[in-house]
């Protein structure tokens, strides 16, 4: 079942890629198993995944342990971190894809740099400038920049986000082509490798405007 929906995930992503003209290899699958059993992570392995996203610290270093065997296993947090659950993040995720405070970078970073690891970051942008919704606003996107590059122990992937919920993802594109402009504004493909956007509603329209990463949950492992 998830090695079949894995499957037609992954055919869609590369119809899209061609669609806009790009090649599949540039966009990078993170299936975001949060509320999933392990057992669907293992089984997602199987197929060949080996890149998922968590929304929630404890859950991540719990499936961290579980599935500790599996060496080549990637677990990026793609949930907001609070500040006092930094510590456990920096000593069990990957990657971090949701940086959005200068102070978080810090204290991303200093906690990293204390359990000597390379913690892979991207900064989230709340494009949609939605008062729920966490995220740097694109007005301060410069200055997690900054936090960020001063770390040692940090790594910047690239730009992450969430836009706003529309019923016909059509309506997402605007957001989505304002992160890649954002990106173009802070040096580029080269400062910035990726873009992070695209969810299961969504993905096609994401990655027609340059999405490097779609991170797809229920259209792999059903719903929630
Ligand atoms: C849950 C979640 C996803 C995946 O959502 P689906 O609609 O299940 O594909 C992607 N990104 C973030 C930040 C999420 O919280």
Do not use: W
């Amino acid at each position: 079942m998830i090695r079949d929906a894995l499957a037609a995930v992954r055919a869609q992503i590369a119809a899209a890629a061609v669609a806009a003209g790009r090649s599949p290899d540039e966009i990078e699958l993170c299936a975001v198993s949060k509320t999933k059993p392990v057992s669907s992570l293992r089984e997602a392995h199987e197929a060949g995944q080996r890149v998922f996203g968590e929304n929630y610290a404890q859950e991540l270093a719990d499936k961290r342990g579980a599935l500790a065997e599996l060496s080549d296993l990637s677990l990026r947090m793609i949930g907001h971190v609070q500040s006092n659950k930094a510590k456990l993040v920096a000593r069990v995720a990957d990657a971090v894809d949701t940086i959005d405070r200068p102070e978080l970078a810090r204290e991303l970073g200093r906690r990293a740099e204390a359990e000597g690891r390379r913690l892979r970051v991207m900064i989230e942008v709340n494009v949609g400038g939605e008062a729920q919704k966490h995220g740097a606003r694109p007005d301060a996107l410069g200055a997690v920049l900054d936090a960020v590059t001063r770390e040692r122990s940090l790594a910047l992937d690239g730009l992450m986000t969430v836009p706003p919920y529309t019923d016909d993802p059509i309506h997402a594109r605007p957001y989505f082509a304002r992160l890649r402009e954002l990106r173009d504004a802070h040096g580029g493909a080269r400062a910035l490798r990726h873009l992070s956007m695209g969810m299961s509603h969504d993905f096609r329209e994401a990655i027609l405007e340059g999405s490097t990463m779609v991170r797809v949950g229920s259209a792999i492992f059903g719903a929630r």
